[in-house]
Every structure is written in structure tokens, then in C-alpha cells.
């Protein structure tokens, strides 16, 4: 599976539209992009995933670019519960999800 | 409700005295495995099974055991634990060999190994 890279931290402010950058540059044509988020030491909680279009749902959208060599996670309204780390993971048929470090967003009142 | 259910949350135990944690999932899932996270290592692998009596060595197998005896449970062993065990588990479920899918975590076992 591709690797990913990530900010390790980024602050937003309560309200304001969350961007979170992920570079997977070595992705290959069928593996997807999985966001996930773990907030404090709770289970790592599934956002979103897509492959090359772009996707939203109810918590959050996900741009891929064409090359599909980037992808950006938006969370439209952040709140101060979305204060967590926000994992980026390229998946292929292979069964494992492999966490990186993350990036750390402070959502700020 | 989809969920993985591990227990117990927390647990402080001392060094060699056998513990398991359990871990249940109710979505008809093949694929379980079992992680660590540790300050500054993120999660790491531990044993993984792809379906019933088909278990595999993850990254750290390292003074752990599993077994898959149900489709629905996938218990972890530790026989004797030490206190480099001492860290945050989580046990995750999904379907196997579906990229499209994604996996379910539970919501982690704390464990102090004194």
C-alpha cells in the first residue's frame, strides 16, 4: 500500500472550514484513500473514502485530485469536537489499514 | 448497530499473570486484527485473521496469541505479560479483500502491566 504525508499539526477556528492535506504520491490505480479521525485514545473513527471522484457525506468531503497524487479532507463547519487526529490511509485489496502520525487539528474557539 | 466490542476498557495487571482481552463484532466480518498504539509509534499490528481458524502474524506478534475459533470473536492472549505490554489495544473488523470497505474499530483496552 502507497504511503501518505501529512502536517503533523494545523489549528482552525471554531466555524471556519476545516482543509486537510494528504500527499500519496506513489498511489496506484486501485487503491483507495480512507480518512480516519481518533479523538483523545478512543477507537480511530471512519470519516470517508473515495477512489478518484470527489465525495461527501454527512461529516465530511474528500477531494482527490485528478492525478490522484493528493487529496484534501474538508470538514465544512469544524467544531470544537472536531478536535482529534486525522489519519490519511491508501488501501488496496490488502486487508490492513496502516496508520501514519496523522495530523493533529486543534479546532480553536 | 455495527459495533466491535472489546473488554474490558481498562486493566492493570502484574507481570506474568495470564490475561485476555475480548473482542466481538456484529457485522459478519472475516477479517479481524488486533493493534497497539504506543506515544509516538501510532498503531501497529499485532495478529490479524482472515476468517475462521486462519490466523497470521502482524508487525509486533511479540508475546501474543490469538485464536478464531467463532467468525464473530477474536480474543487476544497475552500469556505472560511484561510491562513493555503496557500500552493502548484496539481490535478492528472489516471484509476481507475489499478495498471499497472500510474497518471498524472498537473503542480500545488500556492496559498497565505493573
Known amino acids: 500500500d502507497a504511503k501518505t504525508t501529512q502536517p503533523t499539526s494545523m489549528d482552525c477556528a471554531e466555524g471556519r472550514a476545516a482543509n486537510l492535506p494528504c500527499n500519496h504520491s506513489?498511489?496506484?490505480?486501485?487503491?483507495?484513500v480512507y480518512w480516519y479521525r481518533q479523538i483523545h485514545s478512543q477507537g480511530p473513527q471512519y470519516i470517508i473514502h473515495?477512489?478518484?471522484n470527489n465525495e461527501t457525506n454527512e461529516m465530511a468531503s474528500l477531494i482527490i485530485t485528478e492525478d490522484r497524487k493528493s487529496s484534501t479532507l474538508i470538514l465544512p463547519h469544524a467544531t470544537l469536537r472536531d478536535t482529534a487526529v486525522y489519519y490519511c490511509?491508501?488501501?488496496?485489496?490488502?486487508?490492513?489499514?496502516?496508520f501514519g502520525t496523522g495530523t493533529s487539528l486543534t479546532v480553536i474557539p | 448497530e455495527a459495533q466491535v466490542t472489546q473488554n474490558p476498557r481498562y486493566l492493570i495487571t502484574v507481570t506474568g499473570k495470564k490475561l485476555t482481552v475480548t473482542c466481538s463484532q456484529n457485522?459478519?466480518?472475516?477479517?479481524m486484527s488486533w493493534y497497539r498504539q504506543d506515544p509516538g509509534l501510532g498503531l501497529r499490528q499485532i495478529y490479524y485473521?482472515?476468517?475462521?481458524?486462519?490466523?497470521d502474524k502482524g508487525d509486533v506478534p511479540e508475546g501474543y496469541k490469538v485464536s478464531r475459533k467463532e467468525k464473530r470473536n477474536f480474543p487476544l492472549i497475552l500469556e505472560s505479560p511484561s510491562p513493555n505490554q503496557t500500552s493502548l489495544y484496539f481490535c478492528?473488523?472489516?471484509?476481507?479483500?475489499?478495498?471499497?470497505?472500510?474497518?471498524?474499530f472498537g473503542q480500545g483496552t488500556r492496559l498497565t502491566v505493573v
Open positions: 473515495g477512489l478518484k
Open positions: 506513489t498511489i496506484s490505480g486501485n487503491e483507495y
Open positions: 457485522m459478519n466480518h472475516e477479517y
Open positions: 490511509i491508501v488501501r488496496g485489496t490488502g486487508n490492513q489499514f496502516y
Open positions: 478492528a473488523s472489516s471484509f476481507a479483500g475489499r478495498a471499497n470497505t472500510e474497518a471498524f
Open positions: 485473521s482472515m476468517n475462521v481458524e486462519v490466523t
